[in-house]
Each structure stands twice: as structure tokens, then as C-alpha cells.
């Protein structure tokens, strides 16, 4: 299993960018899978994941009606689509398979989670 991040850059506030994350070795349908960041000298957060189980989708409160997770099956990838971005958004942020996620309520990695290498979002003026 293997996952590829990048998308990540400067952008002001308000602006938008479009993560991805290529994943090989596996289907993205065969797992849950999701988004996380982790900002400097914070805990890693879930940002969005999508359940393989029941098909949910959850986002952080803090993203909401922001954020917008979709897959292409075709191409293999996630992509995180993120509007309005605030300074507050900056962190790297990670793709990882084999998540706890279901009926949208939480978003969790698993001690056997597969993580992507990370992509850095600066959101600054």
C-alpha cells in the first residue's frame, strides 16, 4: 500500500488549493480512508474521512461547509478540495487508508493505518 500527497503551498486567506493523494497497491474502495493535518505543536486532527462500512462521510467541525473530500476511482486518488482557507488551516496535511470513520461522527487512524508523506498548507498573507 502506498499513498502520494501534494497539492500543498502558500496560499492567502481566502484563497482556495486542491490536495491529492495517488494511491497504489490497493483500491481506495477496499478501505476507509481520509484526510489529517497536523499543525505545529498540536495534536493530529481529522479533517475528513470517508467510511468503506457505511459509506458516510465525516468532516471537522472546523472544515465544514469549507472542505470538500471526493475520489475518482478511476485514477485511484482522494482529493481534498479546500475553500475560504484560513491561517489556521496551516499544517501538513496526510492521506491515510485503513481509518476509523462511521456515520460521520469521528475520523481516527488505526495502529495499522497506511499514511501518505504529507504536503505542507501555509495559509498566510
Known amino acids: 500500500v502506498q499513498l502520494q500527497a501534494s497539492g500543498g503551498g502558500l496560499v492567502q486567506p481566502g484563497g482556495s488549493l486542491r490536495l491529492s493523494c495517488a494511491a497504489s497497491g490497493f483500491k481506495l474502495d477496499d478501505y476507509s480512508i481520509g484526510w489529517f493535518r497536523q499543525a505545529p505543536g498540536k495534536e493530529r486532527e481529522g479533517v475528513s474521512c470517508?467510511?468503506?462500512?457505511?459509506?458516510?462521510?465525516f468532516y471537522g467541525d472546523s472544515v465544514k461547509a469549507r472542505f470538500t473530500m471526493s475520489r475518482d476511482i478511476e485514477k485511484n486518488t482522494l482529493y481534498l478540495q479546500m475553500n475560504s482557507l484560513k491561517p489556521e488551516d496551516t499544517a501538513v496535511y496526510y492521506c491515510a487508508a485503513r481509518v476509523w470513520t462511521y456515520g460521520g461522527i469521528y475520523c481516527r487512524p488505526r495502529p495499522n493505518s497506511d499514511w501518505g508523506q504529507g504536503t505542507l498548507v501555509t495559509v498566510s498573507s
Open positions: 470517508i467510511s468503506k462500512v457505511d459509506g458516510s462521510t
